[in-house]
């Protein structure tokens, strides 16, 4: 019998997919337990917990394709948990990045406006401590703050870094660090 008269049960038993009940089967591309969780017509099977899509014409063609023994299906299963850590590290790094641009730019807003303050202060009293302290720490951080919110943010042509920074270079930073507090 060739693959293209079979129908989309055959089809999907073929592929390693237990058939449950009418328009139901268990899904072979699934990490972890996945019961019944296929529902297929006689055109399309769909799952609906990893979002596998597949036609009749697309199951034959990978018939010859997806191997269901069990190291295949443990090799699968495990290029899957690779991918879900990995969509969880980058998810960490972004927190952790956007905590710290949240954090410098509020400290560089506050530090400005201090010093505007302390600027028309030193206007009318020429021998205010504070205010001059007050400057004094905004020139004293602004080039730092600045430049870490560069580096933080990738910024192009930054006159605060000597290079622009990189994400790829960011997440690098952030995994050593997190690697040595381990
Ligand atoms: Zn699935």
Not at 84 to 92: G, H, L, M, P, V
Not at 127 to 132: G, I, M, T, V, Y
Request: proline share 2%; charged share 30%; glycine share 4%.
């Amino acid at each position: 019998m060739s693959i293209a008269t079979l129908s989309m049960s055959e089809l999907l038993e073929r592929a390693g997919l237990r058939l449950r009940g009418k328009r139901r089967a268990d899904c072979v591309y699934c990490t972890g337990h996945s019961t019944a969780t296929v529902s297929y017509t006689d055109e399309v099977a769909h799952c609906f917990r990893c979002q596998w899509k597949a036609n009749t014409a697309t199951i034959a063609k990978e018939l010859g394709l997806v191997a269901t023994d069990p190291e295949s299906k443990r090799r699968r299963r495990e290029e899957a948990r690779e991918i879900a850590e990995y969509r969880k590290t980058i998810a960490r790094f972004e927190t952790w990045r956007d905590s710290l641009i949240g954090k410098y730019s509020t400290e560089l807003r506050q530090l400005g406006r201090s010093a505007a303050i302390a600027t028309e202060v030193l206007k009318k009293y020429p021998d205010c401590e504070p205010a001059w302290d007050a400057l004094a720490r905004y020139c004293h951080q602004e080039g730092e703050l600045n430049r870490i919110l560069d580096w933080l943010t990738c910024a192009k042509a930054s006159p605060w870094l000597e290079e622009d920074s990189t994400i790829l270079g960011l997440f690098q930073t952030w995994k050593k660090e997190i690697d040595e507090k381990r």
